[in-house]
């Protein structure tokens, strides 16, 4: 079971995305900041296959976020999620899903981040 590090600074937001992460076979560890994700990060390193990240937050955004934890774990998969952005304005390291997003997109995007990085992870 792959574990994600689900980080958004909207309780509802970072609620429907455990919810639903859970409901589909995922392990799933929260944070409702950046600064406070690096410390559940530090706490479960060993197990965090993917994280999935609100890119506005207050303390840290999650771009910034993203770059400290592939610093840690290189190749970590990121999804970053946001309302307010442009595909184009993501580093092309990290893939992106606009909200509002539906349930099945989040699902197909989250699967595929967790099986190309086993793949990758098997092939090293």
Do not use: W
């Not at 349930?103 to 990758?120: F, G």
């Amino acid at each position: 079971m792959a574990t994600v590090l689900v980080v958004d600074d909207e309780p509802l937001m970072l609620t429907m995305i455990t919810q639903v992460l859970q409901q589909n076979g995922f392990s799933v560890v929260t944070a409702g900041s950046g600064a406070k994700a690096m410390s559940v990060f530090r706490s479960h390193a060993n197990d965090i296959d993917l994280l999935v990240s609100d890119i506005r937050m207050p303390d840290m955004d999650g771009p910034a976020l993203a770059a400290e934890l592939q610093a840690e774990i290189p190749g970590l998969p990121v999804l970053l999620i946001s309302g307010y952005c442009e595909p184009d304005q993501i580093d092309n390291d990290y893939e992106f899903l606009a909200k509002p997003f539906a349930v099945t997109d989040l699902l197909r995007r989250v699967k595929s981040l967790v099986v190309r990085n086993t793949c990758a992870t098997a092939a090293s």
